[in-house]
């Protein structure tokens, strides 16, 4: 009895908690990415065509400087 009630909780766990979930409804920019709000680090989740003309870090950041409307984190932008 004990394993089918042991089986039964895993069922219904995996029924109401589905393995496909997602961090944030947001919206990424042209580049594929976006700030996160808490310390406005960029984020870059699916890269675009855009996003991979950049060669280096600084090329990246200037493409984030370029395509990116938060205009707050934008100013903080650092290389690191």
Known sequence: ???FVSALAIIVSTAI???NSFAHPGAL???G???RKSDCTYLL???TPIAMQAKDKAA???LIKKYNSNSECVRQLTLG
Do not use: R, S, V, Y
């Open 33 to 35: 990415g976006h700030f």
């Open 45 to 47: 989740h699916e890269p």
């Open 17 to 19: 908690f589905p393995g």
């Open 1 to 3: 009895m004990k394993k």
């Open 60 to 62: 990246l950041a200037q």
């Open 29 to 31: 920019d042209k580049l």
